[in-house]
T-cell receptor, first 112, second 115 residues
């Protein structure tokens, strides 16, 4: 079983729609959780960290369910520029010091 | 610098040749990481350094791969006797500290093609 599992998609979504991605992780010792975004094989860039209480950053909302070992990302009012691969990432302790474990990514295509 | 720098951008090697990749972390960052991303988007953690000391090498293949971070020099990842399956994009990342809230910043990657 993969440590971090995501639906690879692609998700084809019309501009302005709301889209949600999920991922599950297998290591119950995981402590830090992130969503990264990767464009066209460029470097991954941090979109947001995910906290137990859930957090929001503009059009993006992330949720964490530790009991179910499940992380979600919601994108509201999607823009063409949101087209990318979204990577679910976990770390067993500090995000700053430990090797990150990546999901395979979910490919999102926003259509005009 | 303000960004993680990696050189070269692209590297082509014949099977059996050596490949050496370089990474300059963001100035002031103490931790450096190497990741390998193969075709199907799967990232694999290879090794991390705290300054010039190996911090975690659990992901590093036992043979052919080595890495260093020496003072006042870019960090390097070296692959001896490359194989076809080493073809991948190799990303370097750096972070300031080991705080849980700290972020790893990624460089643009080196695309290695082994023919």
């Amino acid at each position: 079983r993969k440590e971090v599992e995501q639906d690879p998609g692609p998700f084809n979504v019309p501009e302005g729609a709301t889209v949600a991605f999920n991922c599950t992780y297998s290591n119950s010792a995981s402590q830090s959780f992130f969503w990264y975004r990767q464009d066209c094989r460029k470097e991954p860039k941090l979109l947001m960290s995910v906290y137990s209480s859930g957090n929001e950053d503009g059009r993006f909302t992330a949720q964490l369910n530790r009991a179910s070992q499940y992380i979600s990302l919601l994108i509201r009012d999607s823009k063409l520029s949101d087209s990318a691969t979204y990577l679910c990432v976990v770390s067993t302790s500090g995000g700053g010091a430990d090797g990150l474990t990546f999901g395979k990514g979910t490919h999102l295509i926003i259509q005009p | 610098g303000e960004e993680v720098a990696q050189t070269p951008k692209h590297l082509v090697r014949g099977e059996g040749q050596k490949a050496k990749l370089y990474c300059a972390p963001i100035k002031g960052h103490s931790y450096v990481f190497w990741y390998q991303q193969v075709l199907k988007n799967e990232f694999k953690f290879l090794i991390s350094f705290q300054n010039e000391n190996v911090f975690d090498e659990t992901g590093m293949p036992k043979e052919r791969f080595s890495a260093k971070c020496l003072p006042n020099s870019p960090c390097s990842l070296e692959i001896q006797a490359t194989k076809l399956e080493d073809s991948a994009v190799y990303f370097c990342a750096s972070s300031q500290s080991r705080l849980r809230t700290d972020t790893q910043y990624f460089g643009p990657g080196t695309r290695l093609t082994v023919l």
